[in-house]
Antibody, heavy 124, light 107 residues
Framework: EVQLVESGGGLVKPGGSLRLSCAASGFTFSNSNMNWVRQAPGKGLEWVSSISSSHSYIYYTDSVKGRFSISRDNAKNSLYLQMNSLRVEDTAVYYC?????????????????WGQGTLVTVSS | SNELTQPPSVSVSPGQTASITCSGDKLGDKYACWYQQKPGQSPVVVIYEDTKRPSGIPERFSGSNSGNTATLTISGTQAMDEADYYCQAWDRNTAVVFGGGTKLTVL
């Protein structure tokens, strides 16, 4: 059974930092593209970042470029999101999601499994 | 433009057909997928690659994509289908893009 378990969320002041983790199990993590998607309270889904299985491709949405950094440790079956210079508008539930079969740059790219999410609140 | 536009809400009577649209520039040249999200739960993919249903998704869910519009159709809608639905596509300039979401109400 595929499982994705996020952790690391919490309350942080504007300008602060937080590191999210996603522990993966039930599949071959090193063969899978991985992603972070967030959802502000009462709002829709917003893609944040993606990383290919071999680290060859990394993408970010414009609003987090230069502030967030995605990484993975295939030996630990773990995905990470380092978030710096946090803003109030970064407040959201952050989901870890597995990419479906195929290349990260494929037109068919989608998310086939999602974690339960971890809440990040940026407030003074 | 790489934006995907969905109607904020759609209402349907039980047993009827619900159609949720997703519009974007030349969306038909890309592949669309659809996620269902119930309150307090994580999203679940119900359609991928325009028309494919993952295992475990009921046959009443179907999808199409042509021109500038992708459509999620739910035939014989049930009360359990009440949820938020999001379309998503891959854009070579911006990577992943989501629609704003549609709240489906089963009256």
């Amino acid at each position: 059974e595929v499982q994705l378990v996020e952790s690391g969320g919490g309350l942080v002041k504007p300008g602060g930092s937080l590191r999210l983790s996603c522990a993966a199990s039930g599949f071959t993590f090193s063969n899978s593209n991985m992603n972070w998607v967030r959802q502000a309270p009462g709002k829709g889904l917003e893609w944040v970042s993606s990383i290919s299985s071999s680290h060859s491709y990394i993408y970010y949405t414009d609003s987090v470029k230069g502030r967030f950094s995605i990484s993975r440790d295939n030996a630990k079956n773990s995905l990470y999101l380092q978030m710096n210079s946090l803003r109030v508008e970064d407040t959201a539930v952050y989901y870890c999601a597995r990419g479906g079969p195929g290349r990260l740059t494929s037109r068919t790219y989608y998310f086939d499994y999602w974690g339960q999410g971890t809440l990040v609140t940026v407030s003074s | 433009s790489n934006e995907l536009t969905q109607p904020p809400s759609v209402s349907v009577s039980p047993g009827q057909t619900a159609s949720i649209t997703c519009s974007g520039d030349k969306l038909g040249d890309k592949y669309a997928c659809w996620y269902q999200q119930k309150p307090g739960q994580s999203p679940v993919v119900v359609i991928y690659e325009d028309t494919k249903r993952p295992s475990g998704i009921p046959e009443r869910f179907s999808g199409s994509n042509s021109g500038n519009t992708a459509t999620l159709t739910i035939s014989g809608t049930q009360a359990m289908d009440e949820a938020d639905y999001y379309c998503q596509a891959w854009d070579r300039n911006t990577a992943v893009v989501f629609g704003g979401g549609t709240k489906l109400t089963v009256l």
